[in-house]
């Protein structure tokens, strides 16, 4: 159940702004705090999750990628199962950033917001 890390885009903003005007130089993870899993993510989407084997899913990417019914390949369930978690610790100590919002907190502003716009378009 590898988790999914958010940041608002006004933070992303700041924190150019803030290393194009002196910010300290370094690499620094650009991160909210905290994560949600695909089924946290799911369940505040009102949506079901299928938890498949790997090895099933991997095999049916593989013929269905090349038929044209689906963008994805066996190559990128990995990515999936074992996604880089950003630590934002120096990004808050030695940059002096503190994202706004946390990763939980960005994922509710893109969900009411996605919620707004289907409801625009009806």
Avoid at 12 to 40: F, K, M
Avoid at 44 to 58: D, V
């Amino acid at each position: 159940d590898s988790p999914f890390v958010f940041i608002w885009d006004q933070d992303v903003v700041g924190i150019i702004l803030r290393a194009v005007s002196g910010g300290p130089p370094g690499i620094y993870n650009v991160a909210g705090d905290g994560a949600l899993t695909i089924h946290e993510i799911a369940q505040r989407l009102g949506k079901p999750t299928l938890q498949l084997p790997a090895g099933l899913l991997q095999a049916a990417l593989a013929v269905l990628k090349p038929l044209g019914l689906t963008q994805y390949g066996p190559e990128q369930l990995d990515f999936l199962r074992y996604r880089p978690v950003l630590l934002n610790t120096k990004l808050k100590t030695t940059f002096g950033y503190t994202p706004t919002y946390t990763s939980a907190e960005v994922f509710e502003l893109y969900r009411q917001a996605r919620m707004q716009t289907r409801k625009e378009s009806v």
